[in-house]
């Protein structure tokens, strides 16, 4: 361990340092910012429930984190940094106390050109998309907490979501154009990174620097119409996504599939689909909704849910049943479900989920999110498992694995467990390079934790 | 033979019953207008060159093509649809004489709404995207013949081009969202085609109803910069292609590789391209140019050539070194040369090309346009072909239908020969109710023509 444990901390000149800059040292509200949603998690819970930052800073300008990251290096202070929260593996979680840096008020939109917004880390994906879509354009993808969560923590902790039937994931090159980062060094100091440069901080959950400001690449705004169609099985409901995806004519922003009886824990919209249904969930795009319609002629499938994307605007939106909020809606019925994250190999035929579905049964339910990975079209699954054992959602991951499904754990913290499973020099390098005493959201990175104990 | 010869038609009776509507008679006139660009075929010459019509008609609305069709019902004269004759198989070759009608002078865009174009069948592909543009979207895909050729000749005998890349091909569902079509009944009517019905007469070459008006969807429209890139062999230039059509993160448009010798048919851009290399040409969104020069630098590329979207709005145009445009530079050059038009299955190695490229040496020039395929990219191959004989030509066909490739035949004049393989149904049976007589494009389908002997 380089981090200094926060007891020998003199937080007076802590705060003297970094005088004028909010600081947050109530209990309650300490401890409310030292956690995100980890508790879909029940491992993560036993593991992460005791942790908290011994305060939360609010910096409202590059200027400031700067200040803030020289206050925490001179003291060698852990420094965890923090969006809205809205992640589900503890990516924020201040694992050795010291500062939380809290992002959220750095929510400048700097600029919007055509295709391109450069953004502070604290913008709302919501605000920044809204004001995206008056110039025409809207944000390529997001989070199903696209109300709240902010797109640093997105670029920070995220992989894609809802668009990412269309622009694959947050990794992609081209989906992230250029960072700002403040160092951790003796003089922090902040660099731009352009091109595949980027790639040293995304998704590195703000382990090896502090972005400040972000370019994001932009997509044509389409108005959405929001439908649910309703098939009589699961497999046929299943390849409608895979064939809605493939289906290169057809402008769509998301491809959700569950299986019965996932639709009964959606108590908006429960009164819109009929019980013991197989729905998928889509957004299309209006001017495509025509060939959308004869399409789910051809699945025999029946739309029992409507929007123009007019009247999404208002109530319910869609979005907010996928992705990770179908497991959020799910645990608030039944707090016992847990959730697993699965990339299926690419199968027109989705055999192997076919062979997934029928031999969990019961003790799975299937919740698929379409999207495209190195230009193909795959199933995104995020079953929601009735929790038993760790043993048991361990040799279901096994399971899984061997049969060649690849597993995003999310009942893990550590960065390297969960998507990415190996090591990234790059950006342990740059670790090394910008955070030279290991304060930055410490015990997230296993490469520099390994590096320390050889 | 449903069609009656034309030497019994009493043209005096024809030329009254459309009176006013123009009629072109001039031989040389005739004959320039019963052609098309069949010549890139040695095969296609040999059958073509001595069929012409006995006179072109050119009405100038929907109400005028209605009487041309009442009057050619009448005497049962063959009718043959043609627009500007940019097409390469022979779609448009009066093979039985009679009417050409010539609809170019249909070239009204009656709206163009967000995302969607409502023109008539001889509005030329260049002209109806700049109004488009002009309202902030783009044409979904063009033939390389995009300054001549017209959107009914288009949806009528091609396949998809330059947009494919993104949108697919044109028999993808969404792709065309809407047909008006006069019919050759004995009292002619016009029908409307939505959703999967379009596919009656998508690519059937005017051989079962007369198009006359279309609803097609527009792209949004993105500043597209230019680009060549050079490198050192064929096998990295072909995966460049592949990793740039699969990076769901980078817009593009057009991916198209050649082979050495290729680039050295291209009289206005040798001075760019260096002896020797294997290039990609590409237009890639300005927005994107940052993350797809990182990954020409991944690929130890070279850019020789680079026009913004502002500046390459004048003078050569990309797009016309592309698909069959490569043949048609080439065969300026070599006349000996023909081509093949060939799908790969997907493979993210690229095997069976590489096997291809190696296999016929000097005998075939490579050339890839990468499009999507049911969600996938795969390389489309127009292969140049140095030309011997019909059974060699006929022999390296089917040597790469016998490896698993996908020959769409371009020496073959006959619907179902080319592209398609199989007879529809669908669209022999919409000739049957539309066409009873056999009269429209006679001789192309070849369902019809086994109907007629059994």
Redesign the interface.
């Known amino acids: 361990m380089t981090a200094t444990t926060t007891r020998s901390i003199d937080w007076k000149r802590f705060s003297d340092a970094i005088a004028g800059i909010e600081i947050i040292r109530d209990a309650t509200q300490v401890a409310k910012l030292s956690k995100d949603y980890y508790t879909y998690s029940p491992l993560l819970v036993e593991q992460l429930s005791d942790k908290v930052g011994d305060l939360v800073v609010r910096p409202t300008s590059e200027a400031e984190v700067l200040k803030v990251a020289k206050a925490c290096v001179q003291q060698r202070i852990p420094l965890t940094v923090r969006g809205a929260g809205t992640g589900n593996y503890g990516q924020c979680i201040p694992l050795q106390g010291g500062v939380i840096l809290d992002l959220t008020k750095m929510q400048a939109v700097k600029w919007i050109q055509?295709?391109?917004a450069c953004v502070e880390p604290g913008v709302k994906l919501a605000a920044l998309d809204k004001q995206a879509r008056e110039t025409?354009w809207e944000i390529?993808m997001a989070p199903s907490t696209y109300r709240t969560a902010t797109i640093g923590g997105f670029i920070g902790g995220g992989s894609g979501g809802i668009g990412s039937i269309?622009?694959?994931?947050l990794r992609?090159?081209?989906?992230l154009?250029?960072v700002r980062v403040v160092t951790m060094e003796d003089e922090p100091r902040v660099i731009e990174l352009?091109?595949?440069d980027v790639q040293k901080v995304n998704h590195a959950y703000g382990t090896n620097g502090i972005i400040t400001e972000l370019e994001i690449?932009?997509a044509?705004a389409?108005?959405w119409a929001e439908l649910i169609v309703v098939f009589d099985d699961f497999m046929t409901t299943a390849t409608f996504g895979q064939a809605l995806?493939?289906?290169?004519?057809?402008?769509k922003k998301l491809v959700t599939i569950c299986a019965d009886p996932i639709p009964g824990y959606f108590a908006a919209l429960r009164s819109a689909i009929p019980p013991g249904s197989h729905v998928a969930l889509v957004m299309v795009?209006?001017?495509?909704l025509?060939?959308?319609?004869?399409?789910v002629?051809?699945w025999s499938g029946s739309i029992c849910y409507e929007k123009s994307a007019q009247a999404a605007k208002k109530g319910t939106m869609l979005l907010e049943y996928t992705w990770n909020h179908t497991t959020l809606h799910a645990r608030t019925v039944d707090p016992n479900l847990t959730y697993l994250q699965t990339l299926f190999p690419?199968d027109?035929e989705l055999k192997l989920l076919e062979h997934m579905y029928q031999h969990f049964g019961d003790e799975l339910m299937m919740h698929l999110e379409f999207i495209?990975v190195?230009?193909?079209?795959l199933p995104a699954a995020l079953q929601l498992v009735r929790y038993s054992t760790p043993d048991r959602l361990h040799e279901i991951i096994r399971y899984h694995e061997e049969k060649g499904a690849f597993i995003a754990n999310p009942h893990t913290y550590i960065l390297e467990d969960g998507g990415r499973k190996t090591v990234d020099p790059v950006q342990l390098a740059f670790k090394e390079a910008m955070d030279p005493y290991g304060l930055l959201n410490p015990g997230k990175m296993k490469a520099w934790e390994m590096r320390d104990r050889s």
């Open positions: 055509p295709g391109i025409g390529r269309t622009y694959g994931q992609d090159r081209g989906n154009l250029a352009r091109g595949d690449p932009l044509p389409y108005p995806g493939d289906a290169d004519g057809i402008i795009a209006e001017q495509s025509e060939p959308f319609k004869a399409m002629k051809e690419y027109p495209r190195a230009g193909c079209v």
